[in-house]
């Protein structure tokens, strides 16, 4: 068995371990405001429920080990003291991973992630539509674990209001475990789904994907695309060149006659499928294609 000291090896390397072994983690998704009012979303696997009377939830934005600086949520948290807890489903998992992503201070990771603002009713941060099950909660005590790079942050948040959508009731009324189709945060690139199990997701890039809010719309109102599919589109860096397109069309017959096609559905359905192959810069080469046909 190997058996290792902490403080002998690099904290990046102990993170790796820590995730890896203690799983699966549920995740929070959470949404803050802040002194300006503007708004900012990232999902957190270093959480859960620990009191039902108060309700009480707690998640933990760690320090970032590369630099020892803080994230946007804990800053918000301090300043406003109120966030939102959106709980993550298979639905909009993929959007949750390309909202971690890190985009510069301002840049609205709603927009980003292509998911809907709602207002909330009793705090000013606002919660995720798509979201299954919605916490307003209110910071009730901030415990920092330490100063250096990789230490947690424990955010104490005491349920004001939540919201469920009726939709993942059962008969009776309780969370159908089925319907709310939840999943958790493994090691590496693995997420586990409820009802399924292991399943991987592409870490969003070190580099800023364009965002679902650059993906044009005619492939966001094309009715084929669901939110996870967006969510790939939008975690790339750049696109594809005209020449890339261009050579690829020339070397794809298929392409060519879903091209000459009156119907476009057959070129979002064949987009489609590479993009359940994960094959998503291929993706865009055929939605990106007809212009250079």
Known sequence: MLSINPKEIPTAKLQGYLQGAIGPRPIAFASTVNENGVPNLSPFSFFNVFSANPPVLVFSPARRVRNNTTKHTLINAELTKEVVINVVNYAIVQQASLSSTEYADGINEFEKAGLTMLPSDVVKPFRVKESPVQFECKVTD???????????????????????????????????????????????????????????????????????????????????????????????????????????????????????ADDATKKYQKAKQYLDDNEVLTAWKVLLAEKNF
């Open 142 to 260: 901030i415990i920092a674990l330490g100063n250096e790079g990789g230490a947690g942050n424990l955010i104490l948040c005491e349920v004001v209001k939540l919201h469920i959508d009726e939709a993942i009731l059962d008969a009776n009324g309780a969370v159908d475990q089925t319907k709310i189709d939840l999943v958790s945060r493994m090691g590496g690139n693995w997420y586990s789904r409820a009802n399924q199990g292991l399943f991987e997701v592409e870490k969003p890039l070190t580099t800023l994907g364009i965002g679902v809010d650059n993906v044009p719309d005619f492939v966001k109102e094309c009715g084929i695309f669901n939110g996870n599919d967006l969510g790939k589109l939008g975690n790339v860096e750049t696109l594809p060149s005209d020449e890339a397109i261009a050579a690829f069309i020339k070397d794809d017959f298929e392409i060519k006659a879903l091209l000459s």
